[in-house]
């Protein structure tokens, strides 16, 4: 375990510390970025760093990073995960898809935020036994957001209303969208919140890693195709393609055609890998940990548990990076050598 919170001195005669002062520990800040479904990684890079003794004492986040996060903080990580555990696959996740056509997004999105709710209750973000700060976007202004005050269950939803899926949030007289169209990967906010040493968790650096430009490009010869005919079964059998569920086939599409969830989840991607890498060159984190899970799909909540595994992974990874980090602003006094227990 790695020996980050205590100070040694020798003791003297009367047990008082002689020689040696206390060492300070570093406040240390973690920054959760954006990804839908690749958030779960964000609980196993969680657990690596508490169960090595590194505990963020500010964490923000932006999406489902402000999910986790969140329930991080409200002690409340593990009903996200049982949750995830509890999906079975694809059929699962669309039951949680309230399509609306008369709103500002495809999806309503009470079904999501009732399990946030019934996790957090209405918790406040300043009765929360660390910093947390949940990051948005302004919709008619474009600003940048920082909710630090108020319901923690509102600040999450505003942060993951990812425009044109889920409706915009109204938080004092603002609308309120997703975190990741100005700020993914927030480590700005935690540096603002004192964080003296920043871990930043980035779910997209390994979607776009060979982005290029391509040259001269053109419409291909149109194959000839005979005119689709009417499925057999919406023939005979009309009533079972209600408009629901017609719906929820144009919002995933199929193999041959993007829908228009895929459409606006790839822009996403697109912009906010763009966004992401400016803002880490801007204001790169101390030590970053991205995960390898390009290879997941935003709404593959069922493979939580795979999921999990690469954030771990990632953060056994950088453990030694981090406490390097952390001895730079808090070094061993003088002739200490660490045991073996505190090694291990």
């Given at each position: 375990?790695?020996?980050?919170?205590?100070?040694?001195?020798?003791?003297?005669?009367?047990?008082?510390?002689?020689?040696?002062?206390?060492?300070?520990?570093?406040?240390?800040?973690?920054?959760?970025?954006?990804?839908?479904?690749?958030?779960?990684?964000?609980?196993?890079?969680?657990?690596?760093?508490?169960?090595?003794?590194?505990?963020?004492?500010?964490?923000?986040?932006?999406?489902?990073?402000?999910?986790?996060?969140?329930?991080?903080?409200?002690?409340?990580?593990?009903?996200?995960?049982?949750?995830?555990?509890?999906?079975?696959?694809?059929?699962?996740?669309?039951?949680?898809?309230?399509?609306?056509?008369?709103?500002?997004?495809?999806?309503?999105?009470?079904?999501?935020?009732?399990?946030?709710?019934?996790?957090?209750?209405?918790?406040?973000?300043?009765?929360?036994?660390?910093k947390f700060a949940s990051v948005a976007t302004e919709v008619r202004t474009g600003h940048e957001i920082w909710l630090t005050h108020g319901r923690v269950v509102d600040a999450m939803r505003a942060s993951y209303a990812l425009p044109g899926i889920f409706q915009p949030m109204l938080i004092g007289d603002r609308w309120l969208v997703d975190g990741a169209l100005v700020n993914p990967v927030p480590v700005s906010a935690a540096r603002a919140l004192g964080a003296e040493i920043v871990i930043a968790a980035n779910l997209s650096s390994d979607i776009f890693t060979h982005s290029t430009t391509i040259y001269s490009h053109g419409a291909m010869p149109a194959p000839v195709t005979a005119e689709p005919e009417e499925p057999t079964a919406k023939r005979r059998f009309p009533r079972l393609f209600s408009p629901e569920k017609t719906m929820k086939r144009e919002f995933f599409g199929s193999a041959g055609r993007p829908g228009i969830s895929s459409v606006m989840v790839d822009a996403f991607n697109i912009m906010q890998d763009r966004i992401t890498r400016a803002r880490l060159a801007g204001d790169p984190p101390d030590l970053l940990i991205s995960p390898r899970v390009g290879q997941f799909g935003w709404f593959d909540f069922h493979r939580s548990e795979d999921l999990i595994a690469h954030g771990a992974r990632a953060a056994e990874r950088a453990l030694e990076s981090i406490q390097e980090a952390i001895d730079v602003l808090a070094p061993a006094p003088a002739g200490h050598a660490p045991k073996a227990d505190e090694q291990a």
């Open positions: 375990m790695l020996e980050i919170l205590k100070g040694r001195g020798a003791s003297g005669a009367n047990g008082e510390k002689i020689g040696l002062g206390p060492t300070r520990r570093p406040v240390i800040g973690l920054a959760l970025g954006g990804g839908a479904a690749r958030g779960f990684a964000h609980i196993g890079i969680l657990r690596t760093l508490l169960a090595n003794g590194i505990v963020p004492d500010v964490v923000v986040g932006t999406s489902i990073g402000a999910v986790v996060g969140g329930l991080h903080a409200a002690g409340r990580l593990e009903t996200f995960e049982e949750w995830g555990r509890s999906l079975q696959g694809m059929r699962n996740i669309i039951g949680y898809l309230d399509i609306r056509l008369n709103g500002s997004g495809l999806l309503g999105g009470e079904k999501l935020a009732s399990r946030l709710a019934d996790a957090v209750g209405e918790t406040l973000i300043e009765d929360l036994p660390v």
